[in-house]
């Protein structure tokens, strides 16, 4: 069993900056895939960003490429997203999830574990 708990989320103007955490209890964290999806209002949720377990390996949405970045701490059990050059169509609902496999995965439905999500807020 993984709990996951998102933080750093909050209002921001175009072209600014945040970085999300995502806290993860449970022994079993580092068998996991992180990764972070997002979700505005109407619309489905999206993958963003995904980390391998090792944090060897990542892979980023095309929206988000080159703007944000997924990184993973074991020894602190937290994976982060900085988001650099916000806009407001950054903005959404952002959640980490867990995946109880070694590579990424982009479909939601795939994720074993998820948070209660952030909301993000770009103003332009």
């Known amino acids: 069993q993984v709990q996951l708990v998102e933080s750093g989320g909050g209002l921001v103007q175009t ?5 999300l955490s995502c806290v993860a209890s449970g022994r079993t964290w580092t068998s996991y895939s992180m990764g972070w999806f997002r979700q505005a209002p109407g ?10 377990w090792s944090g060897g390996s990542t892979y980023y949405a095309d929206s988000v490429k080159g703007r944000f970045t997924i990184s ?3 020894a602190k059990n937290t994976a982060y997203l900085q988001m650099n050059s916000l806009s407001p169509e950054d903005t959404a609902v952002y959640y980490c999830a867990g995946h109880r496999a070694a590579g990424i995965a982009t479909m939601a439905r795939y994720y074993d574990y998820w948070g ?7 103003s332009s």
């Open 15 to 19: 072209g600014g900056s945040l970085r």
């Open 43 to 52: 619309e489905e949720r999206e993958f963003v960003a995904g980390i391998t």
């Open 72 to 74: 993973r701490d074991n």
């Open 116 to 122: 209660q999500g952030t909301q993000v807020t770009v």
